[in-house]
């Protein structure tokens, strides 16, 4: 057991005391003897405030060591784990290399044994990769034709629509025309005279009795009135084809009409002829805008043998037709 020490201050304090007692110590000792009692107390100081630095490192110290002897226990039991494992992959890679040592022996054999199975199957297999490839290039193509197809559809449906447009502008200009040939016919209609608009077209008929007497070729003055009417609206319309159609019933000629026709069709084509030189005759309509056409007997509008339907069927059609100038053009560059 260590003995207890005795403070330095105390001893300071009985030396002082015992000095001042004898009265016999000089005052320049006595000075002496206090300072020596100042320094200790500093040393004395400083010494306490070490050794509190010291117990806190101390404990700092003793902290860490714990510290670091847990993590060496956590490292030697991961290390034991590691090792086990090891040694399990390390067999267990042994025995594949045997296995696969063995593998490699038995297809060596097997190879060596089936020469020709082997032959035939890389012949299929090089066939295989040609065909594969054959089917490649062939897709390429296809999918070339259909990017070729692509733009193509893409530029139909601007013509379609261009198309649509110009059809759409047609059906007007018919729609317009027929109203401007009906007025202008007003007094005519109902008196063997029909305005009708089929297919984009307008069809004018005129019966026979309107233009022409029995068997004759010579329009009557009423029918001259009626196609004079009609040449003025056809002469504000320079779009407009113009294509008459005579029309007979089936009825034969018998012998030779004052006209010199000889039959229904030659019939059809004089009087459609007699209609063309009385519009160009009483209006500006060029020539080449129209057409003169005898149809004879062979389409009728009744295929009855009444009077009545035979009186429908002699008759005279002006067909009028907007020029397709622009729809041409653009069929054209397609």
Known sequence: MKAKSIPVQWILTVVVISLYLTSCVPARKFEDLQKSEKDCRDENTKMKSDNLD?????????????????????????TTEEGSSYRRLTELYNELMKSYDKLLTNNEKLLAGNT?????????????????????????????????????LNELKGNLKELQSILSKKDSAVTALKKSVTDALLGFE??????????????????????????????????????????????KNKDINILVEGHTDDVPISGTLPSGAKDNWELSVLRATSVVKIITKNSTVAPNRLTAAGRGPYVPIETGSSPEAKRKNRRTEIILTPKLDELLKVLETN
């Open 54 to 78: 010291l117990t806190t490192r101390n404990t700092e110290l003793t902290a860490s060591i714990n510290d670091l002897q847990k993590k060496v226990s956590n490292l030697q039991k991961d």
């Open 116 to 152: 020709e199975e082997t032959k035939k199957l890389i012949a299929q297999l090089n066939q295989t990769k040609e065909d594969l490839q054959k089917k490649e290039d062939q897709l390429k193509k296809d999918q070339q034709s259909l990017s070729e197809n692509e733009m193509r």
């Open 190 to 235: 109902n008196n063997g005279l029909t305005v009708t608009q089929k297919n984009g077209k307008v069809y004018v008929s005129l019966e026979e009795q309107l233009l022409f007497a029995s068997g004759s070729t010579i329009v009557e003055k009423k029918g001259e009135q009626a196609l004079k009417q009609l040449a003025s609206v056809l002469e």
